[in-house]
């Protein structure tokens, strides 16, 4: 059977023929039919069994039957990793590289503009990881109302990396009616509970048994000491002639060492892990594949995003705890039907993992006793007081975690600014770095040390703590400033809005007046209880009107023109009238006791008005 006889359209076609395709894979023949008519599927096979060619073909040839205007995403495939989006993606633009449709990989990691623009260009077929997706969907980038085929691509990987929760909040945003695939590699309750709420009439297509290797891996295992494996691998690399390998790791940190340690011994190797940034990722796979690199050292997160065509080595520098991931770790070399080589490292305490992996296989791996590194340390694990055994691989990596934030915090108490021993006075002496500085000088002393108690409080130390409380030993007047921190205010008169001086002004509005008898003045008037020398509202000074306090106020204008040699006004006599020319007041005199606040000087006058007005 070809892929001709499978119902693909003639582009697609010719397009599998320049990537070397010439006959469909099991999954191949039994999944694309279906897929093709619309049909939900399960599917279940290894990895690097052609599973990204049996669903990517039909949601080609179903989308380029019909491109509407403008362009809608009409296909969503979810992934767990970043590599995974991108491999995917890869194999989207290579198969349909005949057809006028456009596909991107969003994953996160990386800046989202780039992705933002290709989304709002128009595309077709949209390749994502769930992070991401539900973060620009939030945002309000992306439109998923018009999806008609839904990809779940390693859907028991997602239950391991803990994104079921975010693929369900996926599904609630797809429409009801749409065409579902699901591929797994295992098929764990957890995954079937996910099947049975997303597939209605689906065909299952299973390959080969499950959790079972791909036949074609030759298998075989070292027994060596936890010091001598990357002696072990240095000395395989060499004498195997090996010109790239895969490496796995248990830890990040484990992965970081193995690459330092091959590079010191000559061979150029990268780590690939979950604390790297997707373009030190994209670099390092990048350089493995392209010859740059020989040693390709990775966690079990990147186990899945992986897929080298000539990859023919894999190591397992550390056994892992999940029996399946030893066959996903392995599926990474022999792809599509090629040869490849599986070596695994086992120490002392891993026989458990050993064992559980050979009991998923079925049979035992067959084990290689000549080698220069033989193991010699037969001592039984370390249990903790519970009893629980202690995972020396895991106590390494906390132990360097703890190092690297040691460092961190050192070197960020060190780049905060301390007052030291010479400028901090004690016992009322000035400090080296004050004498003859003068009282600039002293100033600035202290504004550095009022600075250097700024420092995040679980940086300092209990001495610093101390000080900078004021908990000092000596005299107290020691911990006080020579001058006040904060300089004096340039208004110092009372704000009119203060309670205080409301509360006066309105009293002084509204203050009734006194009932005892006016004093008569000189010339017989009562007085009306103003201050001596002020002016009635009837006999208020007229422009150009002398204002002098030296007895002339009794003087009518008249005479104040006679004494001035001016000539009298025409209607000038004896007879004046009664306001032509006010007496002096006088104001009763008052008791020696103390004055209300309505008779306060300081508040008759703005607070903004100086004394010299």
């Not at 060619?53 to 205007?69: N, V």
């Not at 915090?409 to 004050?434: I, L």
């Not at 306001?579 to 508040?603: C, F, G, Y």
């Amino acid at each position: 059977m070809n892929f001709s006889d499978l119902g693909l359209y003639a582009p697609i076609l010719k397009a599998l023929q320049q990537e070397g395709y010439t006959e469909p894979t099991p999954i191949q023949r039994k999944a694309i039919p279906p897929a093709l008519e619309g049909r939900d599927v399960l599917g279940c096979a290894q990895t690097g069994t052609g599973k990204t060619c049996a669903f990517s073909t039909p949601i080609l040839q179903r989308l380029a039957g019909y491109i509407p205007h403008p362009r809608e995403i009409r296909a969503l495939i979810l992934t767990p990793t970043r590599e995974l989006a991108i491999q995917i993606q890869d194999s989207m633009t290579a198969y349909g590289r005949n057809l006028p449709l456009r596909s991107a990989a969003i994953f996160g990691g990386v800046g989202q503009q780039p992705q933002v623009e290709a989304i709002r260009r128009g595309l077709d077929i949209l390749v994502a990881t769930p992070g991401r997706l539900l973060d620009l969907h939030g945002q309000g980038f992306l439109d998923l109302s018009h999806i008609t085929m839904f990809v779940l691509d390693e859907a028991d990987r997602m239950l391991d990396m803990g994104f079921i929760h975010d693929v369900k909040r996926v599904l609630r945003l797809l429409p009801d009616r749409k065409q579902t695939m699901l591929f797994s590699a295992t098929m764990p309750p957890e995954v079937m509970g996910l099947v049975n709420g997303v597939l209605h009439n689906y065909v299952k297509v299973a390959v080969n048994p499950v959790s079972s290797p791909v036949e074609v891996i030759r298998q075989s295992l070292y027994y060596v000491d936890k010091s001598n494996k990357t002696k072990l691998l240095a000395h395989l690399m060499g004498e195997m002639d090996i010109r790239s390998a895969l490496v796995f790791s248990r830890t990040k940190h484990g992965a970081n060492r193995i690459a330092q340690d091959l590079s010191k011994r000559g061979i150029s190797a990268a780590a690939i892990h979950g604390n790297k940034s997707q373009t030190a990722r994209v670099k390092a796979l990048n350089d493995f594949k392209e010859g740059r690199v020989r040693v390709l050292v990775a966690t079990d997160i990147a186990a899945r995003g992986i897929d080298i065509d000539d990859l023919t080595y894999v190591f397992n520098y550390n056994l892992p705890d999940v029996p399946e991931t030893y066959v996903h770790r392995i599926g990474r070399t022999g792809r599509a039907g090629r040869e490849g080589t599986a070596i695994s490292f086992c120490q002392f305490d891993e026989r458990d993992e050993l064992r559980a992996i050979e009991r998923l296989l079925g049979r035992a791996i067959s084990t290689v006793e000549e080698h220069p590194f033989p193991m010699e340390n037969l001592d039984l694990p370390q249990r903790d007081r519970q009893g629980r055994l202690v995972n020396a691989k895991d106590a390494e990596a906390r132990a360097a975690a703890k190092q690297r934030r040691r460092q961190r915090d050192a070197a960020n108490k060190d780049s905060q600014v301390k007052p030291t021993s010479e400028e901090r006075p004690r016992d009322g002496k000035e400090a080296p770095a004050q004498r003859g500085a003068g009282r600039k000088g002293r100033a600035a002393v202290r504004r550095k040390g009022v600075q250097s108690q700024c420092v995040e409080p679980s940086l300092q130390s209990e001495e610093d703590r101390r000080q900078s409380s004021g908990m000092r030993r000596g005299r107290l007047e020691d911990t006080l400033p020579d001058q006040p921190s904060m300089p004096a205010p340039e208004f110092h008169r009372p704000s009119p809005l203060a309670s205080d001086v409301i509360l006066d002004a309105t009293a002084r509005l509204l203050a009734p007046r006194r009932s005892s008898a006016p004093a008569r003045s000189e010339g017989g008037r009562r007085s009306s209880g103003q201050p001596q020398g002020a002016r009635s509202n009837k006999t208020r000074a007229r422009p150009g009107q002398d204002k002098k306090q030296d007895g002339q106020r009794g003087r009518t204008s008249e005479e104040r023109r006679k004494e001035a040699g001016a000539p009298s006004l025409p209607g000038t006599g004896k007879r004046r009238r009664r306001n032509d020319r006010p007496r002096p007041i006088e104001v009763a005199p008052r008791s020696d006791r103390q004055k209300d606040s309505t008779q306060q000087k300081s508040l008759m006058r703005p607070y903004y008005i100086n004394d010299d007005n």
